[in-house]
């Protein structure tokens, strides 16, 4: 896969409620405010998301 970083205009870190908690995830978006790319931690479901994922997240 390749992502060509001078088109993202914009980058999110979004907060989605789920049934096993909240999901964190960050978008990014070009000039056109298409969705590029959505990077998640690893999770499964009827778990939590990982610690680990949020504070590498928080930590942008």
């Not at 056109?32 to 998301?49: A, I, S, Y």
């Amino acid at each position: 896969m390749h992502l060509n970083l001078n088109e993202i205009t914009d980058t999110w870190v979004v907060k989605k409620p789920t049934a096993d908690g909240e999901v964190t995830s960050i978008e990014c978006f070009n000039k056109d405010r298409e969705l590029m790319v959505q990077f998640f931690g690893l999770r499964k479901p009827g778990k939590p998301e990982l610690e680990e994922w949020k504070t590498l997240v928080e930590s942008l």
